[in-house]
């Protein structure tokens, strides 16, 4: 399975500031997922990124809260912009396994809004 | 009425006990199907794919029910281990879609 490093682990921000998340493949992927799970909840897709096109956002999300850059086939960024304690989540990213059918998932980044 | 249902328990059972846990899914065109768990604080690891003629993984026997549109998992002999969050997936067209979970916490 493919090896999936986020950073940062955690952060702490003040409101109306943005911050940018990195995920780092060990591998070549075509495409990355990014997630969000809030508290006592379970996991939402915000986006899917793929290499060398725009990222495809779900209901509910759009790019300019959660820009997404995929520069190269195995990293990607995922930024929470003009950020509110409702952002306050773990967003993880992942990649598909080899079968594309599941997926595997990074560590997470921890995020508190204050 | 959520795409995948979990019953968020928690389940509370004794070290040794036999667990059931249950998922249903309402698009009846998805396509496969799997059991997740993640521990507390941690990301959520693939434990095992779900098939229509079942499949067991020492433990743990995880079944689908394509018509009734369920799935689910038993674990046997249970361990303190086993406790964290179970989580139902589901594929819909090559994205996840995740129950709610179901807690776990086997006790000594």
Known sequence: ?114 | RKEVEQDPGPFNVPEGATVAFNCTYSNSASQSFFWYRQDCRKEPKLLMSVYSSGNEDGRFTAQLNRASQYISLLIRDSKLSDSATYLCVVNEGGKLIFGQGTELSVKP
Not at chain 1, 3 to 14: A, E, F, H, L
Not at chain 1, 22 to 27: A, F, L, W
């Open chain 1, 1 to 114: 399975s493919a090896v999936i490093s986020q950073k940062p682990s955690r952060d702490i921000c003040q409101r109306g500031t943005s911050l940018t998340i990195q995920c780092q493949v060990d591998s070549q992927v075509t495409m990355m997922f990014w997630y969000r799970q809030q508290p006592g909840q379970s996991l939402t897709l915000i986006a899917t990124a793929n290499q060398g096109s725009e990222a495809t956002y779900e209901s509910g999300f759009v790019i300019d809260k959660f820009p997404i850059s995929r520069p190269n086939l195995t990293f990607s960024t995922l930024t929470v912009s003009n950020m509110s304690p409702e952002d306050s989540s773990i967003y993880l990213c992942s990649v598909e396994d080899s079968t594309h059918e599941t997926q595997y998932f990074g560590p997470g980044t921890r995020l508190l809004v204050l």
